[in-house]
């Protein structure tokens, strides 16, 4: 008995085993075309930044000979030394100061402003209108409101100076803000909300204590793009500033000098250099949260 049921009970495990596997899928041919465009656009990108270090790194004398695609043979760091004596670190701390003087008043007011929009759904015909007008600010761009903006700094008295920056950059990030947030928040299940509520939780605790941190991911993304709009901001201190120790970045590149006679480009390299160093410190450090910000909120 014990010969003739052993064999048997060896097969069972290896036939269940048999039945519950998933048959196996012929192979996929490889995406050649896909692969080669991926590789051409890695080049079109990784080009350019690698001629902008390697050209930072070299004499004003020896990039007019040499071949622009070669690293220095002897490389030099006189293109920061020279940059940071022209002024940068003041441009960098006007832009810095301009940049968190928007990020923190504009995201704050516009996950205040997405929450009470969410929160009250149809019950409140206010702040239905409010949110129609902040999606009304997506559709006027900047350059059309240069001339109003100009007119309102003048008899504000707040011409020339980092505060006339301030006002219309936070003004412009608030619509898009505004949008990307009551996304994320519509996503938050209203059984949290009302378990908060039942609790006795108060609005505001509701607000910081579960929406705030369900939506992190979103108040990360819009604060880095928000901060990175007006780090590259070009037009509004050009038009809403005047003296040189109120430059941003952007303006002060533009009127970067390293001669009399033209142009240092190793100088100029440098110093995007070290304006770009900012945007990958800030990139590094937010990168999750970014990530998680650009491919969530909107799948539904």
């Known amino acids: 008995m014990t010969a003739t049921h052993t064999p048997a009970a060896a097969k069972r495990p290896t036939a269940a085993h048999s039945r519950g596997r998933r048959p196996a899928t012929p192979s996929q041919r490889p995406n050649w075309l896909g692969g080669l465009i991926g590789w051409l656009w890695l080049a079109v990108v990784i080009v350019p930044i690698y001629w902008i270090v390697i050209t930072s790194f070299k004499t004003q004398s020896n990039y007019y000979v040499t071949n622009p695609l070669l690293p220095p043979s002897d490389p030099t760091l006189d293109n920061y030394r ?22 923190i008043p504009s995201v704050l007011f516009s996950f205040m402003a997405a929450y009470a929009i969410v929160r009250s759904g149809r019950a409140s015909r206010f702040l ?72 006795g939780a108060t609005e505001w605790m509701t607000l910081w ?33 005047q003296s040189p120790d109120k430059r941003t970045l952007p303006l002060g ?43 969530a909120g909107f799948g539904k």
């Open 82 to 103: 020279l940059v940071i004596e022209m002024d940068f670190p003041l441009y960098f701390l006007n832009s810095l100061l301009v940049a968190v003087g928007t990020v």
């Open 128 to 199: 239905r209108g409010v949110n129609s007008l902040f999606l009304m600010g997506l559709a006027i761009p900047l350059q059309a409101t240069v001339i109003p903006i100009y007119l309102l700094i003048i008899k504000l008295s707040l011409y020339d100076s980092l505060t006339a920056l301030v006002l219309p950059s936070i003004a412009f990030a608030i619509p898009l803000s505004v949008l990307v947030l009551s996304n994320f928040i519509r996503d938050v299940p209203k059984e949290l909300f009302e378990s908060m509520r039942m609790d």
């Open 209 to 241: 204590r579960l929406a705030f941190p369900l939506t992190r991911p979103a108040v990360v993304t819009v604060s880095i793009y928000n901060a990175l709009n007006v780090w590259n901001g070009f037009l509004l201190p050009l038009i809403l500033t």
């Open 253 to 295: 590149l533009a009127a970067f000098q390293g001669g009399p006679y033209g142009v240092n480009v190793p100088a100029v390299l440098a110093s995007v250099v070290l304006t770009i160093v900012p945007i990958l410190v800030l990139y590094t450090v937010g990168r999750r949260q970014l990530l998680s910000g650009l491919t």
